[in-house]
């Protein structure tokens, strides 16, 4: 990605033009994630658990490949921006590598081990058979899930970021078409005076299964095909042979990343363990909770993008005005996007729950910790903008250790004291979630502010 003298004195309309697909992608994503969960949810509290219930362990592996997408982007990011393009492609080649790996360990791993998982999540007896169905399902495709995450990011780190708005794009039409068909039986429909007979296969979660699962295939081909037909980093005609010299310093960056997110979202999968324990309607709620939460991280995760691009192009160029320029742009929009996101779901939480259930509990309980979170939303914001920032630049080693440390340390041994050891439900539980955001947002200041995440000052090399 070129960036011209002009450009660097406009660094607001940078980040935006970098930050909006991604932006709009995850609306979309998060859109057919509303219409799965509301879907689902007209089934009844238990088909609700039956999907939430190992929701975390879907958000563990998503994370661990992304993580591992994060070594190649701090690299490609950063050869960008000092113009040496045939490395940069020689590290797309070699994450082509990563993904065929990933890809087939994950797949080994998730459907040898569907039919215990449920258990170990605590769910409900009688929702465990659906769950493990669920699931198994869904990770069939694991290695074409692997390719989207992977392949999507390394577009994102050349600066491409339409590519993978549009492969989602698909992969959530896919999605929804297929759940509409699937998870409920025939029926008619009045529209314009007519009555129109739907074809339904009457599957229920095993359908929402099925077209998560269909979603995940299409977009890894799509987004497979997308690298292999880009004009500057595609792999084709290029070793895939392990090439160390490039393979070093992307794993010496993606390895404390993907170990933070898989031990975070381990963290993840341990909370909610303490929370399914607590029943059905303390699963639902924190399920339905969470998906509707999603929506007002938008802001957050799409400037992620932008940080880390820009701070890796920053870095290559050896332009120190320009990656101050930046960082400070980013902080500035970032906690206003998230303090006017935080205060819509503040207003809006019981309307959010009530798209996803009837079930008046369920909607009262969710309603009280969305309020909860949407007033630390803007500290959010700002831990997950600097982290952007941190990986850009390669320094993942410090967000690792930081995430660790809160998670196990704030959020599980809180939950777990608070939740078992006082008898405290849901509200309690969500209470050190916010404690652990609060923890790291402070924790990332602090090393935004000493400079030592900054190679163009401190002269380290991650």
């Not at 160390?244 to 010496?252: Q, S, T």
Request: proline share 4%.
């Amino acid at each position: 990605m070129q960036i011209s003298q002009k450009q660097k004195r406009n660094t607001l309309w940078i980040v935006l033009g970098l930050a909006w697909p991604t932006m709009l992608e995850q609306m979309l994503q998060v859109a057919a994630q509303y219409v799965d969960s509301a879907m689902v949810g007209r089934l009844g509290a238990a088909a609700t658990a039956a999907v939430g219930a190992t929701t975390t362990i879907n958000w563990m592996v998503g994370s661990t490949l992304s993580a591992l997408g994060i070594g190649f982007l701090a690299f490609i990011a950063r050869e960008y921006g000092a113009e040496r393009y045939d490395n940069a492609g020689r590290a797309v080649a070699q994450s082509v590598v990563a993904a065929i790996m990933a890809g087939l360990v994950f797949t080994v791993a998730a459907l040898s081990l569907a039919r215990f998982i449920p258990g170990w999540m605590n769910a409900a007896e009688d929702i465990r058979p659906a769950a493990s169905k669920y699931f198994f399902i869904i990770y069939t495709p694991m290695l074409l899930r692997a390719a989207t995450v992977i392949f999507g990011t390394v577009l994102r780190a050349s600066g491409d970021t339409r590519t993978p708005m549009k492969v989602n794009v698909l992969v959530n039409l896919v999605n929804v078409v297929l759940n509409y068909l699937l998870i409920y039986g025939s029926r008619d429909i009045h529209f314009l005076g007519m009555t129109l007979r739907v074809p339904g296969a009457g599957l229920g979660v095993t359908g929402a299964a099925i077209g998560t699962a269909a979603g995940f295939a299409v977009g890894g081909i799509a987004m497979t095909a997308a690298l292999w037909r880009h004009p500057r980093i595609s792999p084709r005609g290029r070793s895939l042979k392990p090439d160390w010299a490039i393979l070093k310093p992307c794993l010496k960056v993606a390895l404390p990343a993907a170990l933070q997110r898989f031990g975070t979202s381990f963290g993840y999968v341990a909370f909610a363990s303490l929370i399914n324990s607590l029943g059905t309607i303390s699963t639902a709620a924190h399920a339905i909770a969470n998906t509707a939460e999603s929506a007002f991280y938008i802001p957050a995760y799409g400037i992620q993008t932008a940080a880390a691009t820009l701070s890796g192009n920053a870095s290559g160029m050896k332009d120190r005005e320009y990656m101050k320029s930046i960082t400070r742009t980013l902080l500035i929009l970032e906690p206003t996007l998230m303090a006017v996101s935080g205060a819509v779901l503040f207003i809006l939480a019981p309307r959010m729950m009530a798209l996803f259930t009837p079930d008046a509990e369920v909607i009262s309980l969710g309603t009280k910790v969305l309020r909860m979170v949407a007033v630390t939303e803007p500290l959010y914001g700002i831990a997950v903008v600097l982290e952007g920032i941190f990986m850009g630049v390669g320094d993942t080693m410090y967000a690792f250790c930081c995430n660790i440390v809160g998670m196990w340390g704030v959020r599980v041994l809180g939950t777990a004291i608070l939740v078992r050891g006082f008898g405290y439900g849901l509200t309690a539980a969500w209470g050190a979630m916010i404690a652990h955001n609060i923890l790291l947002c402070i924790l990332f200041a602090l090393r935004y502010r000493r400079q030592r995440w900054n190679p163009l000052v401190s002269g380290q090399k991650f």
